[in-house]
């Protein structure tokens, strides 16, 4: 028995160090190709899957953020965490990005785009990065609350938002998964001016409001139409992270993980959601019950008053347990 353990993990040894060495002397014009024909597929999938259409087409969208949710391959090339951001025509280490877990990228912020069917990969000197490069609409006809939360807090962000061109994926050179998404903005016109400039003087400055219904929104933030309507753990999720927004306000996390980012943080993490808080949970754990979070102005950790730290992680704890079960369900019903 151990004889035979040891030959077989002997064995898968020796196909990773050979696909390790495949890749690593994968010459500059094979490793394209490869990367080339990855992304013809993910772009393919997402032209059927997400194709032109009005940019208010709900049905369109339920479509797109279902099947991108699922087993697609966009989500199998997103790696455990990646940044998403604007391109503002600078390096990406000069530029603020966002992170994200894939359920959060797949299934509220990629759907927001409707795909032509075409990539094109090539080499980036400048980030010594391969890049795929796809052309996009963006819907910016839905209502509010399919939005992740209101990209109109800002007018630059807003217009550019509206007016992309294309997604840029920065590659990783190994598995060609995702290490940065950008959306290029393109031009904003008068009209478009005139719209934005509209939208921003509206917005009320709450990222989570309760609509004429008493719905929770942006109700894309619940899982909305991305989990199964029958699952019975949904109710629980929302009321869990209501609980554990409360702690969160608490703790002062609002200071700075919003999407204002008044500190200007160059790698942001999200919390004013329920998905985006729910893409985070382990860390969120991880960073309070070690004393890393929160932390003062000069990024010193400024620990909290025990009865504070204590009701924040109960509450953390309590969401992740729902989470656990809402996704063990899901799981159950794919099989
Ligand atoms: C004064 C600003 C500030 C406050 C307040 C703050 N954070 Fe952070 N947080 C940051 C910055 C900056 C980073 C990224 C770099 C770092 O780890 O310091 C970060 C990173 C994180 C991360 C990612 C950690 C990782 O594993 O890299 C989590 C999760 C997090 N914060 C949660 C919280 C929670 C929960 C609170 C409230 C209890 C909080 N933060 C309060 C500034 C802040």
Redesign the pocket.
Known sequence: MLRKSVLLSGAITLAIAAIAFVVLHESPEARLRRLQQQYDAVAAELGTVCPYAAPGDQAAFDRCRHALFGASQLRAALPERMLWGRARGKPLKDTPLT?FAPDVYAGLYAPLFMFEGRAEVAYDEGERLYRATLPVRFRNRLAPGQFPYPFWHDTTKWGAYQSATALVFYLRANDGRIKVAQFQPGVVDAQLAARVEADVAAFDGQWLWTDAAGRTQPQVTLFDGLYDPANPHLPRIDSAYRALALE?RE???N???VPRNP?K?E?L?L?QTTAHAAG?IK??L???RGG??????D?HA?P?PPAVKAR?LAKAEAFDAVLTEARAWEAAQAR
Do not use: F, Q, T, Y
């Open positions: 992170e969160l703790g002062e996390c200071d700075c993980h500190k943080i790698r993490v919390l985070e860390r969120i991880h960073s309070v890393d979070m929160p932390e003062d102005e990024g400024k909290l924040l």
